[in-house]
């Protein structure tokens, strides 16, 4: 069947060998066609601007002068002038190519026109033409009404939407080479995305809004990809990336008087190795089939060999020794028998030198510690004291861990080097403190909060937080690869597909490349998405990140990704759903090659998608935030049968992510019993040498934990008790409503101004002989003695 699909394909090809076909053929990629569409409308305006002139030829006066005239042509009432305006600016925002001889200097004046068109006003402008749209219930309604919508429904959102989002990524990427003002206008920038400058509330909470509305299909026209993608890029660029966190979290534990950071996080993960997975059952049943038929050939249970490769070393031997008497086969373990290059720097070794004779003397080296200093929280050492004394002593000193009078000299010695672990986060201090809070809200006074880009958005957010969940992870499952369609699923393609679909094969072969394309672009956006609004509201305040969390919990987040990653997640690695030359700024400068069905199958050269891998991170790193130190939320993973799905992840030869597989892996194997730990031993030495580990935790045996009962909603409920009392005593402007003073004055009382509905004077009248004419009133009630 595959090869009769392949002649058809080629006999199509010949077909259509024609210029004009061809040409039609090619820019079918989405919005390709657009480019020459852009560039058509700026030449057109510009030529009777700057005659014989092109626009890299002109002084900077010059181009502030034409961009001023684009801003005033943008207020005009006719749309499709202002759409014209619009793509114009589109194409200064593109950088121009037309005029371009490369791919560099393209990239070179697409920053230099992004911050010459944000000093003139331009993005303010486009905001306006934004809220235009959106507010615009003639083409909802029109939308909602059509039974197929596609790219032409949206043509102005998504002109806006392009220029919005190149003008935000372009100014938060910084360079070395930016000149002073530069710099100066991406400081300004940040502050007014971050600030409530904009109608009264940040700009994401704008595009958030879009993202309901869209799934409350009431606009379903909405580009989401690309609002997806502006609204990411926009918290990134207000509250900070990673690297940013990092350092905030450092300058958070020095304020409060925290010790430093046993490690930095970013750069252990950087340099820690991959391990090779786990065998499947089929590669162990063929290997025991080749060791029964005597043949000497290459094993396929290289996968399983190096997860214990450290433990079963010599400790005695130096790094070079271990090196060299490593399994060369551990090195070829990537897809089809090739070095994986996600880890080619590290996998591929120079030959090994012929082994001299060693002193005695270097047998005392000892082999490299952990990745991760271990760790301990004041809880651990308290349970641990309070069993300890249970057990010698007979009674308990409830939080005290300084006496140990009493208990044995090992005790001491544990209870010592339990101390040199501990570790107290800056959770743990912001629920202490909001405990205090609580219990002395007078004597305590007023809390000072810092109004900082994650403050802001988080306030902005709490009216509307369950809901801008929920359309989150709406769109996450209409974009994931697992997911099946069904009629009242949301249309996420609206913004791919063409006005008229595909007729010949190829054709199909390439409108289906990008709606794959296009769905993981979704899928990315919104993992990082998820997992900045989660890493930031914890640094902020512990109960803001629980609040988030506990809405993902409930809208189904776990099973979701569960889901996600119940596929041949191999394949989903390695997709290869682009088309390089059509890529941007390639397409634009180079002269397109014809495309055939041979060159679409085999994809670009990359081994690996980056984009995909970059996905399944990030949702390992919400799952692992939405579970660490949550009972129920572990047995759930235990309940979704979680283990089979999580090993199969771990066949991805890449160490941040099979980290954070081993982490999940970690939290629940004391509750899948013995026989799976017996039968993944080499799992378990993984997670023993790469995850962090707690001195006093039981997570490699099973303990009369293991019965230790759950109960979901009530361990949900006290946590929402506790994140309710947190926003009620910071957020909520009726608070302290107990101590506020009565007011007896009865000429104070009757002229204080009532809100009233607006039909409330139709029915007055009938009011009054409701409530107040035909209500018996026992006046001399008052005056009775009580």
């Keep these: ?39 058509d409308y700026f030449e057109e305006d510009f030529r009777s601007h700057a005659r014989d002139r092109r626009w890299i030829e002109l002084t ?44 560099v200097d393209v990239l070179h004046w697409s920053r230099h026109n992004v911050f010459l068109l944000y000093d003139m006003g331009i993005f303010t402008a486009l905001l306006e033409l934004l809220s235009m749209e959106i507010d615009n219930n003639q083409a909802c309604s029109s939308a909602v009404r059509k039974p197929a919508i596609s790219l032409a429904d949206s043509t102005e959102l998504r002109v806006l939407l392009s220029i919005m989002y190149l003008i935000v990524e372009t100014i938060r990427v910084q360079t070395e080479d930016d000149r002073p003002e530069w710099r100066a206008s991406r400081e300004v920038f940040k502050n007014e995305l971050g600030s409530p400058l904009y109608n009264g509330e940040p700009f994401a909470l704008l595009l ?43 300058r958070g534990r020095e304020r409060l008087n925290l010790p430093p950071l046993p490690e930095d996080s970013i750069k252990v993960v950087r340099a820690m190795r991959a391990a090779s997975p786990p065998a499947s059952a089929m590669e162990l049943i063929e290997q025991q089939q080749q060791q029964k038929r005597g043949r000497r050939s290459r094993r396929p249970l290289v996968k399983q060999d190096s997860l214990d490769t450290y433990n079963e070393r010599d400790p005695f031997k130096n790094d070079d020794a271990r090196d060299e008497e490593e399994d060369p086969e551990d090195t070829d373990s990537g897809i089809e028998g090739e070095v994986d290059p996600l880890d080619r720097d590290v996998i591929i070794q120079p030959p090994p030198p012929p082994p001299p004779l060693r002193p005695p003397t270097e047998r005392v080296n000892f082999p490299k510690g952990l ?48 101390k040199q672990h501990k570790y107290v986060s800056i959770a743990e201090v912001q629920i202490k403190k909001e405990d205090e809070l609580q219990q002395c809200p007078m004597s305590l006074g007023e809390e000072e909060v810092a109004e900082t ?84 509201f914890k640094l902020n305040h512990i109960y803001q990140f629980e609040i988030v969390s506990q809405h993902l919990v409930f809208a189904n987040c776990i099973p979701l990704i569960l ?115 017996k039968s993944n031993m080499k799992t378990m030495s993984a997670i023993y040498q790469k995850v962090r580990h707690r001195l006093n935790d039981d997570w490699a045996y099973g303990n009369d934990i293991d019965a230790r009962p759950w109960d979901f909603q009530a361990e949900e409920c006290a946590l929402r008790e506790s994140i309710e009392k947190f926003n009620s005593r910071r957020y909520d402007r009726n608070k302290n409503g107990d101590f506020v003073p009565v007011d007896n004055c009865l000429q104070s009382v009757l002229g204080q101004r009532v809100e009233l509905p607006e039909d409330f004077h139709y029915s007055y009248e009938m009011w009054l002989e409701r ?15 009580p």
């Design 1 to 39: 069947m595959t090869n009769y699909l392949i002649y058809i394909i080629r006999e199509d090809n010949k077909k259509y060998k024609n210029t004009e076909k061809r040409r039609k053929v090619q820019k079918l990629y989405t919005e390709e066609p657009e480019f020459a569409l852009n560039r």
């Design 60 to 103: 900077v006066e010059e181009q502030r002068s034409y961009v001023m005239r684009l801003l005033d042509a943008l207020e005009v009432t006719d749309r499709d002038k202002r759409l014209k305006v619009a793509r114009a600016i589109l194409y200064l925002a593109q950088g121009v190519f037309d005029d371009c001889d490369t791919e």
């Design 208 to 250: 958030f809004t879009m993202v309901t509305k869209f799934c409350s299909m009431n606009a379903p026209h909405f580009p989401m990809k690309k609002v997806l993608l502006l609204l990411w890029k926009t918290i990134l660029f207000t509250v900070g990336g990673f690297q940013e966190l990092q350092e905030m979290k450092v």
């Design 371 to 418: 990745p991760w200093a271990p760790k301990v929280r004041e809880k651990d050492i308290e349970h641990f004291l309070e069993t300890s004394r249970n057990k010698f002593i007979g009674f308990t000193l409830g939080n005290d861990t300084d006496t140990l009078v009493g208990l044995p000299r090992p005790i001491h010695e544990s209870v010592k080097t339990l």
């Design 453 to 536: 880009p994650t403050e802001m958005l988080y306030l902005g957010m709490l009216p509307n937080l369950s809901q801008y969940v929920i359309a989150l992870l709406k769109l996450l499952l209409a974009a994931a690869p697992t997911s099946k369609a069904k009629t009242d699923s949301i249309n996420i393609l609206a913004d791919v597909l063409p006005e008229e679909m595909p007729i010949t094969v190829l054709q199909s072969m390439k409108l289906g490349i990008d709606v794959n394309r296009h769905k993981e672009i979704i899928v990315k956006a919104i993992s990082a998405l998820l997992l900045l609004l989660l890493k930031h």
């Design 563 to 677: 889901k996600f990653f119940n596929q041949n997640i191999m394949s989903y690695i390695s997709a290869k759903n682009s088309i390089c030359v059509l890529d941007f700024p390639h397409c634009v400068v180079h002269e397109m090659p014809e495309l055939t069905a041979e060159s679409l199958e085999a994809g670009d050269s990359n081994q690996f998608c980056w984009r995909n891998l970059f996905s399944c991170i990030n949702l390992l790193r919400i799952l692992n935030k939405l579970t660490k130190w949550k009972h129920s939320r572990t047995m759930m993973l235990v309940v979704f049968k979680s283990a089979p799905i999580l090993k199969r992840a771990l066949k991805v030869k890449q160490a941040m992510m099979q980290l954070y597989v081993l982490k999940l892996l970690k939290i629940q194997t004391k509750y899948l019993g013995r026989q799976w730990r």
């Design 771 to 785: 409530e107040v004419f035909s209500q018996p009133i026992q006046w001399e009630g008052l005056l009775q003695n």
